[in-house]
């Protein structure tokens, strides 16, 4: 059976006082665990015949950022390229040659026998339409999230993954990353005593930031595949501000939850070993971005995780802002009882704040009732805790220590290696189907909850809404 990080926590205690007890410092503590622990991918000369050709599926943002970085592990090389806007496939050309192959139709891609492993990165809608065909087609998918648009999608693409057994990845880089790692160290250590509280936000204050993306002049239908891209979506009018700012609407992105919760959801489900939240509900709003969008710019949402043999009962509350006057901003903190982890930016901190045994006098007077009772109830109450007390010595166990990842450290790199790496030598990935849904879904529910102004219960072992 799993430690529980309450019984890891003398352990952690004992850990603690050795180390400031020799330094007077907690950081070097941290920092040894991390050299012990914490090992960046061994990046080893790859031969030829290990080459990994990979193809990208949809040359928006994340599929520039996404390619370029695969490009940058050893052993990878990209042939072809697929996007329904004309311009894109001519910038695949001018960035990466012109022997890289560009389609409008994916599945072209996916006929091909030299592509090894595709990159989906379009708009959320087809995910999981994509990822299906790709799997069947023998191919590796690394899949952006969220993996899927709708709740009911997880179930049948992870049975697809499942009947393949081809490598899929889902590409929320936290489940890769040292800091998550790092904070999952230190949890299962009992850093902070026994967790009660998540609370996690990611705002931001920009155009750009609230997906006001670029339209080139040249957009129109005979530049963009406009039916392909509806696909499963209704049926309208050619508009480019729906393709090319798709995560302003809901049928075909999933707002502001299915951008950014799922990366929060990928951290907490990394550090706790959770699979998911059984109660959500969420509020929110469309306050200042009103462009035409019908996704909220202001999402609010609460979610419970029961108590399982990794993590106590605990509840979460996630916060998207896209209109937030102190200029965006991201953090998360895991809360205990006796301290707090803070990840955020490129460091994970631990906060000691454990609870100090407190003296007679102040068992006696302050704020302690004992000081409204009568001078001879107090001398009686007194007494009989002078019986068995003893005095604390020195001051409490309140204490920080950080730990600071390498400069330049790239999470979205190490998600990459270790997904090239499942490829050619058959480890799992660290961010499967299930894992991918599992960090999806609730989020999805969050949507579900604001829109239809009503709290949701999730079963995250049967992956089932039963509420």
């Known amino acids: 059976m799993p430690t529980h990080p309450r019984d890891s926590r003398r352990a952690f205690l004992k850990k603690v006082a050795a180390t400031s007890a020799l330094s007077g410092s907690l950081a070097p503590m941290l920092q040894g665990a991390v050299a012990e622990t914490l090992r960046m991918p061994d990046h080893s000369r790859i031969s030829p015949n290990d080459t990994v050709r990979i193809a990208t599926i949809g040359m928006g943002i994340i599929g520039f950022i996404d390619t370029d970085t695969a490009l940058q592990v050893p052993g990878v090389e990209l042939v072809a390229a697929a996007d329904l806007y004309e311009g894109r496939r001519i910038h695949v050309k001018e960035v990466y040659g012109n022997h890289i192959d560009t389609y409008v139709d994916y599945r072209e891609i996916l006929a091909r026998t030299d592509v090894d492993a595709v990159l989906i990165c379009t708009p959320d809608h087809w995910h999981v339409p994509i990822a299906k065909d790709a799997l069947r087609a023998g191919k590796a998918v690394y899949c952006e999230k ?98 090319f700012r798709w995560r302003n609407y809901w049928d075909y992105g999933t707002a502001t939850a299915g951008d950014l919760y799922v990366h929060l959801f990928t951290g907490i489900h990394r550090t706790l070993d959770a699979i998911g939240p059984t109660d959500i509900v969420a509020q929110g709003g469309l306050r200042f971005w009103k462009d035409g969008r019908d996704v909220p710019d202001v999402l609010l949402s609460l979610f419970a995780y029961p108590e ?29 009882d006796e301290g707090v982890i803070t990840v955020g930016g490129s460091s994970v901190t631990v906060e000691r704040n454990a609870r100090a045994k407190e003296s007679i006098s102040n068992l006696m007077t302050g704020y302690n009732s004992a000081r409204t009772f009568s001078n001879a109830q107090q001398k009686l109450l007194e007494a009989e805790l002078r019986k068995n007390y003893v005095e604390p010595v020195g001051p409490p166990l309140n204490s920080e220590m950080t730990f600071n990842a390498p400069r330049g450290y790239d999470d979205r790199f190490d998600h990459f290696t270790y997904f090239f790496d499942s490829i050619r030598n058959g480890r799992p990935v660290f961010e499967d189907a299930t894992f991918g849904f599992r960090a999806a879904a609730p989020t999805l529910l969050a949507n579900m909850s604001y829109v239809n102004h009503k709290p949701y219960v999730w079963d995250p072992k049967a992956m089932k809404i039963t509420g």
Request: proline residues 4%.
């Open 146 to 243: 969220p993996m899927v648009h709708q709740v009911e999608e997880g179930l049948g693409l992870i049975q697809v993954q499942k009947e393949t057994g081809k490598v899929f990845q889902v590409g929320s880089q936290y489940a890769s990353s040292i800091l998550y790692a790092k904070a999952h160290e230190l949890y299962k250590e009992g850093a902070i005593g026994t967790l009660n509280m998540i609370e996690a936000i990611t705002n931001r204050n920009s155009a750009t930031g609230a997906w006001q993306y670029s339209i080139p002049t040249d957009a129109s239908e005979e530049t963009v595949d406009w039916d392909r891209f509806l696909g499963s979506a209704p049926k309208r009018p050619f508009d480019a501000k729906r393709f």
């Open 308 to 336: 399982t043999e990794m993590h106590p009962a605990f509840n979460m509350s996630l916060q998207t802002n896209f209109v937030d006057g102190q200029g965006g901003g991201f953090h998360f903190k895991f809360i205990g």
